[in-house]
């Protein structure tokens, strides 16, 4: 899997109207990578995301998964959302089964991915409830679930635990570093919590807003071997603090 | 105030207050009209409307009035709302359409249905026609503009993530626009069944041979207030079995979305 994206601008609205979001963006995700897309709000990460997921489409520059430029949305591209993307009349269960059913997968193959996957997410006692029968961080996880469902080669994560509370939020990060491990998954996570990006991602871009832009990019070299202990050690908060202060600044000489 | 456990749970529950607030004016209509305050003329003891009632339903009239409403409303209704769910939806999801035909219908909707009535007689006669026509105006463009708005609300995630996983075009619409404004559908529906059953009345008082309005109007002009209560009450029975009735569908068929 390689996605390759390349002097990618972005802007919308016509004529005088016109308000460029994105400039000349670069990068590339290669198979079992975990890269994060670090900013403030208006610094276009969540657009950069969309671009990729094909729900917008480029102004300039192109943006390419195994040499095939993205036109349009796809199951090759697992996208989950910030919050309220789990249908609602739908059990935990058929929620993963949707995309597969979709594709018009036959059922037994069905049955069989959806029984294995509400286990990856370990969720498998829940797979009759609904959604508003589940805590934030549960819906999350089957909506991790779901995109991993139809075997996308990149999951794009859309600030995916932006809405859960602290204690939950790290538990989830726990679990999606566990889960990258296990299944050696490609993705992509949009965040603005430098803590979550340092102890996901091999690779982290700093974005700038207004217009957005990768000012900053860095490999994270760190022992992940225990999450807890890597998120009070001194190396990990140094290196938070040195990117926190690259923000900072960012968001100073705006005001 | 209730003291017992039992006794106020009882009392709190919301079937057993609603029955106790109609109780209450069955009870002072009841007073009052066998007190003699009131002359029997203009207002009737509940025995009498019940006699009348009774009388009605064994000759027959009655169940042959309601009846005759029903179907009316029934008609009228099932155009209306199986026009407005297909013209509704490609509203709330192409803004072209949107464009070219929300202000024709909001300016439409505000024409008030019963002063189509002689427009219709004129164009239609005095049968069954005018009258379905009439339930017709009188709930479409809400019909319409509600299920547009319903469509509207679809959160935009729902849509996205389906076309994330592979979903495109129609399956998007069947699998998930459609499950998602269904409640808000049953609900359009349901109020606007209410005016559907307003207008029937009013069509009826203008124009018809049978019909729980038309008996109304009849009994006007032979002063019976008796059998003029016997109407009311039956068309707001019928009404709320109406509403009920989709209620349950509601509860049974989107129990979700409680």
């Known amino acids: ?255 | 105030m209730a003291r017992s456990p039992a006794l106020r749970r009882f009392v709190s529950h919301p079937w057993v207050l609603g029955v106790l607030g109609i109780l209450t004016v069955f009870l002072v209509w009841w007073l009052v009209t066998a007190s003699g305050m009131v002359d029997k003329l203009f207002l009737p003891g509940p025995g009498a409307v019940w006699l009348a009632g009774s009388d009605q339903f064994q000759r027959g009239i009655l169940v042959a009035d309601a009846l005759a409403s029903i179907k009316r409303v029934f008609i009228g209704f099932v155009i209306s709302a199986g026009l407005a769910l297909p013209i509704g939806i490609a509203m709330g999801t192409n803004r072209t359409i949107c464009h070219f035909l929300e202000p024709l219908m909001a300016l439409i909707r505000y024409m008030p249905a019963p002063a189509f009535i002689p427009l219709l007689i004129i164009y239609f006669g005095l049968e069954e026609l005018p009258k379905v026509m009439l339930i017709f105006i009188g709930t479409f463009f809400f019909n319409t503009l509600m299920i547009m708005d319903a469509v509207k609300f679809v959160p935009s995630e729902l849509v996205e993530t389906a076309l994330t996983l592979g979903g495109r075009g129609l399956p998007i619409l069947t699998r998930v626009v459609a499950p998602y404004i269904a409640p808000q559908v049953l609900d359009t529906y349901r109020i606007n069944m209410a005016s559907a059953w307003n207008l029937v009345i009013v069509a009826e008082l203008v124009a018809a041979n049978e019909g729980l309005g038309k008996r109304i109007s009849l009994a006007q002009r032979f002063l019976r207030t008796d059998e003029i209560f016997v109407g009311l009450i039956v068309i707001g029975l019928i009404g709320l079995m109406i509403d009920l009735g989709f209620r349950f569908m509601m509860r049974r068929a989107c129990s979700w979305a409680n």
């Open chain 1, 1 to 255: 899997m390689h996605l390759q994206v390349s002097q990618v601008s972005k802007s919308f609205g016509e004529g005088r109207d016109r308000k460029l979001v994105l400039e000349n963006i670069s990068f590339e995700l290669v198979s079992g990578q975990f890269m994060a897309l670090v900013g403030s709000s208006g610094s276009g990460k969540s657009t950069v995301m969309r671009l990729i997921a094909g729900l917008e489409r480029p102004s300039e520059g192109t943006i390419q998964l195994d040499g095939v430029p993205v036109r349009r949305p796809g199951s090759d591209r697992g996208m989950v959302f910030q919050k309220y993307s789990l249908y609602p009349w739908l059990t935990a269960a058929q929620n993963v089964a949707f995309g597969l059913s979709l594709q018009g997968r036959d059922r037994s193959e069905i049955r069989e991915r959806t029984a294995y996957f509400l286990d990856v997410v370990g969720l498998a006692d829940a797979a009759r409830l609904l959604p508003r029968e589940l805590s934030g961080g549960m819906q999350q996880r089957v909506a991790i679930a779901r995109a991993l469902a139809t075997e996308p080669k990149v999951l794009l994560l859309d600030e995916p635990f932006g809405a859960l509370d602290l204690q939950i939020r790290e538990s989830m990060q726990e679990f999606l570093h566990d889960l990258w491990k296990r299944t050696g998954l490609t993705a992509l996570l949009i965040t603005h919590d430098i803590e979550e990006a340092l102890l996901l991602a091999g690779t982290v871009h700093i974005m700038a807003p207004r217009p957005g832009r990768i000012v900053h990019t860095v490999d994270v070299q760190l022992d992940r071997s225990d999450l807890r202990h890597l998120r009070v050690s001194q190396p990990f908060l140094e290196l938070r603090e040195e990117l926190a202060s690259r923000l900072r600044s960012l968001d100073g000489s705006l005001l």
